[in-house]
């Protein structure tokens, strides 16, 4: 067995070395029997100049390698160190292409020994990490990493970074590094020798299972709790009605309780709607406490009157998280009684343990698929949930995610998973809950399946109520993606191709018994290539469509383009013809498989759970299907009074391009389907009233004004004192000059901010056109070359673990769009100044703003003040909101937009946010107030 193993890390002036790129750090640290026994690092002189950015990024420059040896002169003692080790390093095959360049340039024939990439085995080993870079490894183990960029310091991270996945690896179930190790043939380095090392030390016959897992068929899954004891436990309890009361019971769960009068309103008014059965609207200020604010009368409440699980619903995934990991053990330690919540999910979040079982004996993976199948083996020994947004997976992980998630069509049954079965043990556990956690989504979805998703509830309560309406606006709504329905087709495959349709083909040889399905397999061949000709003669009229109506120079690349079938225009009458051919040739394409499928099943042939599994998929895929069929319909052949409209990027249009048809107003269906079901609603979030006024809010949900309680309770804290609101006066005005104009002007702005600022800003678009160039503008000009600079679309990561990468840094911006304008908390010294761009209006011509605009209209309203204006102020509001999270923060808000207070409807803006001390003027000006506060 290798028990050598050689770290390396290299500092280099390029990325190419064919072209001439040369080390000019090498560092090595030395790994045997566990300990490290060596470390040796050196500067290497490249005989060439090292560029600026690279001098920037290590801190290397000319002078430090002037007298330091050429490579050829460390060589002899490189090959030494790596005489019968594993060659090992983070992203290995950039370190490795180097070196032996470098080792044959000196006369070596190179190393051809055994690699390990250690960004392979964190991607294994850590399935739900947030990032795989040094840094964030480094981190998330409590290494010390103080000079990213330099060699020596980043061997000694990645050799202890080994050391700890030699630990995990060695530790886990052995059923767990058999299963990987046929996988990993399939990787870049070697990590199967290893494992084969590993495995040689074990007894072949020992399971090797932990206590804390169990093995369910072939798979080691993580031991969970039984579901919760049935009996609802008997208690004698009351609402505490007096303040004294709340404070003892908070008490109990704070440390140091700080009174918070405004929670106490908020608890009794949540619980005042519970009990006498009253929709209410309650807008919380930051720092209230809003969650244990709902959450303590909600259990009082639930247990009090035996009334069946009150619903918690979020926009976010984030707040999810948050509440089940942080507010309800909190809450679990105030309270007298037990209480029990469940998260639930929609059933494609879960895993099927059967089919990702029949999935590890598939051949010919691609590299994500083999990766990912590692990462779940892994996560399968430490998950709960069996939910897919614990795992940080690959794009093509997300595709093969399809492969094996939960679906409600089942041709095999098998006691022990169906007993292990994620999705069916959360929804049991949601039956006897009396919390039970979920998502706008979900619950809109669970009107549609008339209560099949969630038990029988009467009470709900919408966090970030908000969204309740816009997300209503997409549930009732429908869309049609290119590339999802390319993906879709590309499911079932073409005969020769191995997928689900050269797999049913398989079936049916095996079971023929001298009869002939309807169609022949060339038939179907056929029916699935026109099929694809159509999808993209259809998306090829959505996008000439899209450029007649844009112009020659459309002066943003993405788009939308609102549509009307009343146009009459060729355009639309020939993609409304493509539209029903398309819809027949999914009918056939229905009514083909289907008939395959009964003849299959009319076999009395025993098929494996392979083919089972294969009958399973085709089935979801079937389903599918028809609902592609039948949001074709609705958008194009069925009369329906919805706002159509094509989401394109000229780019790429090919490629990016939306339909997407949404009703204009959702008030009646909410009210007809939702609010006159439900005994009582409680809509909260610190963003529901504009001027003090519930009047929007309340016409969007359908909520009656006269039943419905509304209620304001303000921010504890002192923003007069917290925080500056500086608005620049030399910006122009957007639309009297070009973008670039103003894009040139904005970047000169927020470059003197930042360096006045010293970062741990974060800027907020309106338009993602206008953050790239400005993204891209900053990053060019070199004046702002010692921050951090990320953005949303550009630097990697969703918008959570972005904002978690953003908290690293002193020396840090963050350009953000749309889902940065709330949701996103940073609280303390982490975000010190906050940036609007432009007050957050809708576009006019943007289609459901021209739709709602035009029905105010027809009824002699005024479109601005009774929509446009209301839902930017709450925007704004959200965005506002980002800077003060708690009542040490302090900070600054810097509105580009002068309309704010040039403006007549400026005063809406401000008066709807906490009184802040305002100062207009220079930039100059104001970067001299800045260097001042902080």
């Given at each position: 067995m290798y028990?050598?193993?050689?770290?390396i890390?290299?500092?280099?002036?390029?990325?190419?070395?064919?072209?001439?790129d040369?080390?000019i750090?090498?560092?090595?640290?030395?790994?045997?029997?566990?300990?490290?026994?060596?470390q040796?690092?050196?500067?290497?002189?490249?005989?060439?100049?090292?560029?600026?950015f690279?001098?920037?990024l290590?801190?290397?420059?000319?002078?430090?390698?002037?007298n330091?040896?050429?490579?050829?002169?460390?060589?002899?003692?490189?090959?030494?160190?790596l005489?019968?080790a594993?060659?090992?390093a983070?992203n290995v095959?950039?370190d490795?292409?180097f070196?032996?360049?470098e080792?044959?340039?000196?006369?070596?024939?190179?190393?051809?020994?055994p690699?390990?990439?250690?960004?392979?085995?964190?991607r294994?080993?850590?399935?739900?990490?947030?990032?795989?870079?040094?840094?964030?490894?480094a981190?998330?183990?409590n290494?010390?990493?103080d000079r990213p960029?330099?060699?020596?310091?980043d061997?000694?991270?990645t050799?202890?970074?080994?050391l700890?996945?030699?630990r995990r690896?060695?530790?886990?179930?052995?059923?767990?590094?058999?299963?990987l190790l046929?996988l990993?043939g399939?990787l870049k380095?070697?990590?199967?020798q290893?494992?084969d090392?590993i495995?040689?030390?074990?007894d072949?016959m020992d399971?090797g299972i932990?206590?804390?897992?169990?093995?369910?068929?072939d798979?080691?899954?993580?031991k969970?709790a039984k579901?919760?004891?049935?009996e609802?436990e008997?208690?004698?309890?009351?609402?505490?009605?007096h303040?004294?009361?709340?404070?003892?019971?908070l008490?109990?769960?704070?440390k140091?309780?700080?009174?918070r009068?405004?929670q106490?309103?908020?608890?009794?008014?949540?619980?005042?709607a519970?009990?006498?059965?009253?929709?209410s609207?309650?807008e919380?200020g930051t720092?209230?406490?809003?969650?244990?604010?709902?959450?303590?009368?909600?259990a009082?409440?639930?247990?009090e009157?035996?009334?069946g699980?009150?619903v918690?619903?979020?926009?976010?995934?984030?707040?999810q998280?948050?509440?089940?990991?942080?507010?309800?053990p909190?809450?679990?330690?105030?309270?007298?009684?037990k209480?029990?919540a469940v998260?639930l999910?929609g059933?494609?979040?879960?895993?099927?343990?059967?089919?990702?079982?029949?999935?590890?004996?598939?051949?010919?993976?691609n590299?994500?698929?083999?990766?990912?199948?590692?990462?779940i083996?892994v996560?399968?020994t430490?998950?709960e949930?069996?939910?897919?947004d614990?795992l940080?997976?690959?794009?093509?992980?997300?595709?093969?995610?399809?492969?094996?998630?939960s679906?409600p069509f089942?041709?095999?049954?098998n006691q022990?998973?169906s007993?292990?079965?994620?999705?069916?043990?959360a929804?049991k556990?949601a039956?006897?809950?009396?919390?039970?956690?979920?998502?706008?989504?979900?619950?809109?979805s669970d009107?549609k399946?008339?209560?099949?998703?969630l038990p029988?509830?009467?009470?709900?309560?919408?966090?970030?109520?908000h969204?309740?309406?816009?997300t209503?606006?997409?549930?009732f709504?429908?869309?049609l993606?290119y590339?999802?329905?390319?993906l879709?087709i590309?499911?079932?495959?073409?005969?020769?191709?191995p997928?689900?349709?050269?797999?049913?083909?398989?079936?049916i040889?095996?079971?023929s018994?001298?009869?002939?399905p309807?169609?022949?397999?060339?038939?179907l061949?056929?029916?699935?290539?026109?099929?694809?000709?159509?999808?993209?003669?259809?998306?090829?009229?959505?996008?000439?469509f899209?450029k007649k109506?844009?112009?020659?120079?459309?002066?943003f690349?993405?788009s939308?383009?609102r549509?009307s079938?009343?146009?009459?225009?060729?355009e639309?009458r020939?993609?409304v013809?493509?539209?029903?051919?398309?819809?027949?040739?999914?009918k056939?394409?229905?009514?083909?498989?289907?008939?395959?499928?009964?003849?299959?099943?009319?076999?009395?042939?025993?098929l494996?759970?392979?083919?089972?599994?294969?009958?399973?998929?085709?089935q979801?895929?079937l389903?599918?299907?028809k609902?592609?069929?039948?949001?074709?319909m609705?958008?194009?052949?069925?009369?329906?009074n919805?706002v159509?409209w094509i989401?394109?990027?000229?780019?790429?249009?090919?490629n990016?391009?939306?339909?997407?048809?949404?009703?204009?107003?959702?008030?009646?269906q909410?009210?007809?389907?939702f609010?006159?079901?439900?005994?009582?609603a409680?809509?909260?979030?610190?963003?529901?009233?504009?001027?003090?006024?519930?009047?929007f809010?309340?016409?969007?949900?359908?909520l009656d004004p006269?039943?419905?309680e509304?209620m304001?309770?303000?921010?504890?804290?002192?923003y007069?004192?917290?925080?500056?609101?500086?608005?620049?006066?030399?910006?122009p005005?957007?639309?009297?000059?070009?973008?670039?104009?103003?894009?040139?002007?904005?970047?000169?702005?927020?470059?003197?901010?930042?360096?006045?600022?010293k970062?741990?800003?974060?800027?907020?678009?309106?338009?993602?056109?206008?953050?790239?160039?400005?993204?891209d503008?900053?990053?060019?000009?070199g004046?702002?070359?010692?921050?951090?600079l990320m953005?949303?679309g550009?630097?990697?990561g969703?918008?959570?673990?972005?904002?978690r990468?953003?908290?690293?840094?002193d020396?840090?911006?963050?350009?953000?769009t749309s889902?940065?304008?709330?949701?996103?908390?940073?609280?303390?010294e982490?975000?010190?100044?906050?940036?609007i761009v432009?007050?957050?209006f809708?576009?006019p011509?943007?289609p459901l703003t021209?739709?709602?605009?035009?029905?105010?209209?027809?009824?002699?309203?005024?479109?601005?003040?009774?929509?446009?204006?209301?839902?930017?102020v709450?925007?704004?509001?959200?965005?506002f909101?980002?800077l003060?999270?708690t009542?040490t923060d302090r900070g600054?808000v810097?509105v580009?937009?002068?309309?704010?207070?040039?403006?007549?409807y400026?005063?809406?803006?401000?008066?709807?946010?906490p009184?802040?001390?305002?100062?207009?003027?220079?930039i100059?000006e104001l970067?001299?107030?800045?260097?001042s506060?902080?």
């Amino acid at each position: 067995m290798y028990n050598k193993f050689v770290v390396i890390d290299l500092e280099t002036t390029g990325n190419i070395p064919k072209k001439g790129d040369r080390i000019i750090q090498f560092a090595a640290v030395v790994i045997e029997n566990g300990v490290i026994t060596e470390q040796f690092s050196s500067l290497i002189n490249p005989q060439k100049s090292i560029p600026i950015f690279i001098e920037e990024l290590t801190g290397i420059n000319d002078e430090m390698v002037k007298n330091a040896p050429v490579f050829s002169e460390i060589a002899e003692k490189v090959i030494t160190l790596l005489d019968g080790a594993y060659f090992v390093a983070h992203n290995v095959l950039f370190d490795l292409s180097f070196l032996q360049e470098e080792l044959v340039s000196a006369g070596y024939e190179g190393f051809f020994g055994p690699v390990l990439d250690t960004v392979e085995m964190a991607r294994i080993m850590y399935p739900t990490a947030d990032g795989y870079k040094l840094s964030d490894l480094a981190e998330q183990e409590n290494l010390n990493h103080d000079r990213p960029h330099q060699a020596d310091s980043d061997a000694e991270v990645t050799a202890e970074l080994l050391l700890i996945f030699l630990r995990r690896l060695a530790a886990l179930p052995l059923v767990t590094i058999r299963q990987l190790l046929p996988l990993s043939g399939g990787l870049k380095s070697d990590l199967q020798q290893l494992l084969d090392e590993i495995l040689e030390e074990f007894d072949p016959m020992d399971e090797g299972i932990p206590e804390h897992t169990e093995l369910v068929k072939d798979l080691v899954v993580k031991k969970t709790a039984k579901t919760i004891d049935m009996e609802q436990e008997q208690t004698n309890l009351s609402y505490p009605e007096h303040e004294n009361d709340k404070i003892n019971l908070l008490n109990k769960g704070f440390k140091s309780f700080e009174k918070r009068s405004g929670q106490f309103q908020m608890m009794d008014a949540v619980y005042r709607a519970l009990h006498y059965e009253r929709h209410s609207l309650i807008e919380a200020g930051t720092g209230v406490g809003k969650s244990l604010g709902y959450l303590l009368p909600a259990a009082y409440f639930c247990k009090e009157n035996k009334s069946g699980p009150i619903v918690i619903s979020t926009y976010t995934i984030q707040l999810q998280e948050q509440l089940l990991k942080k507010e309800i053990p909190l809450l679990a330690s105030i309270l007298p009684f037990k209480i029990h919540a469940v998260l639930l999910k929609g059933r494609s979040h879960y895993i099927s343990l059967e089919k990702f079982h029949q999935s590890l004996s598939d051949e010919n993976d691609n590299y994500d698929t083999t990766l990912t199948k590692m990462q779940i083996l892994v996560w399968l020994t430490e998950t709960e949930t069996g939910d897919k947004d614990e795992l940080n997976l690959s794009s093509g992980g997300h595709i093969f995610w399809e492969k094996i998630k939960s679906s409600p069509f089942g041709f095999s049954f098998n006691q022990e998973y169906s007993d292990r079965d994620f999705y069916l043990k959360a929804k049991k556990e949601a039956e006897y809950a009396d919390i039970i956690i979920t998502n706008h989504s979900l619950v809109l979805s669970d009107i549609k399946e008339k209560a099949a998703i969630l038990p029988n509830y009467d009470y709900v309560i919408l966090d970030e109520g908000h969204h309740f309406e816009k997300t209503a606006t997409q549930f009732f709504g429908a869309s049609l993606d290119y590339l999802a329905i390319r993906l879709l087709i590309g499911r079932f495959g073409l005969e020769d191709q191995p997928q689900l349709f050269h797999d049913m083909e398989d079936i049916i040889q095996m079971i023929s018994e001298g009869q002939e399905p309807l169609l022949h397999p060339f038939q179907l061949n056929q029916l699935v290539m026109d099929l694809t000709y159509e999808v993209d003669e259809f998306f090829n009229l959505i996008a000439l469509f899209a450029k007649k109506k844009l112009g020659a120079a459309p002066r943003f690349y993405r788009s939308k383009v609102r549509f009307s079938q009343s146009d009459g225009e060729r355009e639309v009458r020939a993609l409304v013809i493509s539209a029903e051919r398309l819809a027949f040739l999914l009918k056939d394409l229905q009514i083909a498989i289907k008939e395959r499928l009964k003849w299959i099943m009319k076999s009395k042939t025993p098929l494996t759970t392979s083919q089972q599994t294969t009958l399973e998929e085709i089935q979801t895929f079937l389903n599918d299907v028809k609902e592609l069929r039948d949001t074709v319909m609705n958008c194009f052949i069925r009369e329906k009074n919805d706002v159509k409209w094509i989401e394109i990027d000229m780019r790429s249009p090919q490629n990016i391009t939306t339909f997407v048809a949404q009703p204009a107003v959702v008030a009646d269906q909410l009210q007809e389907q939702f609010f006159l079901v439900k005994k009582a609603a409680v809509i909260t979030s610190a963003s529901l009233t504009v001027n003090d006024s519930f009047h929007f809010i309340l016409n969007e949900l359908g909520l009656d004004p006269v039943l419905t309680e509304t209620m304001m309770v303000s921010s504890p804290f002192n923003y007069q004192k917290q925080v500056k609101l500086l608005i620049p006066e030399e910006l122009p005005e957007i639309n009297t000059v070009t973008l670039d104009e103003f894009v040139i002007a904005l970047t000169e702005q927020i470059i003197s901010i930042a360096e006045a600022a010293k970062g741990r800003m974060l800027v907020l678009f309106t338009a993602y056109d206008m953050l790239k160039k400005t993204y891209d503008l900053v990053k060019e000009s070199g004046f702002l070359n010692d921050f951090v600079l990320m953005a949303q679309g550009i630097s990697s990561g969703s918008p959570a673990r972005l904002t978690r990468n953003f908290k690293r840094y002193d020396k840090a911006i963050l350009f953000g769009t749309s889902s940065f304008w709330e949701g996103v908390d940073i609280p303390g010294e982490d975000l010190s100044c906050l940036c609007i761009v432009r007050l957050p209006f809708s576009a006019p011509d943007e289609p459901l703003t021209e739709a709602k605009s035009k029905l105010i209209l027809e009824r002699g309203g005024n479109p601005f003040t009774e929509y446009s204006l209301p839902e930017a102020v709450l925007r704004f509001k959200q965005g506002f909101g980002r800077l003060i999270r708690t009542e040490t923060d302090r900070g600054i808000v810097v509105v580009f937009d002068k309309r704010i207070i040039t403006n007549q409807y400026g005063k809406s803006f401000l008066a709807s946010i906490p009184p802040v001390s305002i100062n207009k003027g220079r930039i100059d000006e104001l970067a001299r107030i800045i260097r001042s506060w902080v």
